[in-house]
């Protein structure tokens, strides 16, 4: 769990199929509401990975956006969830040696989410929306922990991407996925390219202090 970290460059080299298939196996024994085992999974790999990243390119090109689930960074408040996630961007384009200013550079890295930062597979999360969703979206997160941790396990990486959650129409016309499946988001995944400036550092994390409240349990916050 503490050296798996999100993937931004991958080398080209495919997974055995066997690696996949343990890979999918081991998520599959996530945990979920009454079992109902809602996660669909699409794989893409060699010529359909490409063609798909295509349409993604174009449709973000052509400012196609389609979401299934709403993001913006003006929901996160004022507080420690904004504050975190301005953080994340700027240790980002740090790493990347990308100023501010270059405002190309910038949008080519948003691109590369598109190309699945080169790596040679990606897995679409697809959910069906019981009631207002909310369970059924932690059971398809409990999935993708399982997902990625198994990669880490295998000697491999990936990293959901929220970003091709938001071209959800294009991803589901290139699948043929159904209209009533809603896609959460993607994992890119694929053996690490170890030395990419992307992959130079790992993001922290917050102390317990900021997210635990304890009761009737005495010591745990003491603790180095």
């Known amino acids: 769990m503490r050296s798996r970290y999100s993937v931004r460059k991958f080398l080209p080299t495919p997974l055995s199929p066997s690696d996949i298939r343990g890979v999918l196996e081991d998520a599959q024994f996530a945990p979920s509401n009454c079992n109902t085992q809602p996660w669909t999974t699409h794989v893409v790999s060699g010529a359909a990975r490409d063609a798909l990243s295509k349409e993604l390119l174009k449709a973000h090109d052509e400012e196609r956006l389609s979401y299934d689930f709403t993001f913006d960074y003006a929901d996160f408040g004022d507080g420690a969830y904004y504050e975190r996630a301005q953080d994340h961007g700027a240790t980002l384009y740090q790493a990347l040696k990308i100023p501010r200013s270059d405002r190309a550079a910038r949008n080519a890295h948003a691109r590369a989410n598109l190309e699945f930062h080169d790596a040679p597979h990606a897995a679409f999360l697809f959910m069906p929306v019981f009631g207002d969703g909310v369970r059924v979206a932690a059971d398809i997160g409990m999935y993708a922990q399982n997902f990625l941790l198994s990669l880490t396990a295998r000697g491999f990486g990936g990293i959901p991407q929220t970003m091709l959650g938001m071209y959800a129409d294009t991803v589901r016309e290139f699948l043929g996925v159904p209209e ?45």
């Open 180 to 224: 009533e499946h809603k896609l959460l988001f993607g994992i890119s995944f694929g053996a690490a390219d170890v030395t990419a400036l992307a992959n130079s550092f790992h993001m922290g994390r917050a102390p317990l202090e900021q997210s635990v409240v304890l009761h009737d349990t005495p010591g745990v916050l003491d603790e180095q």
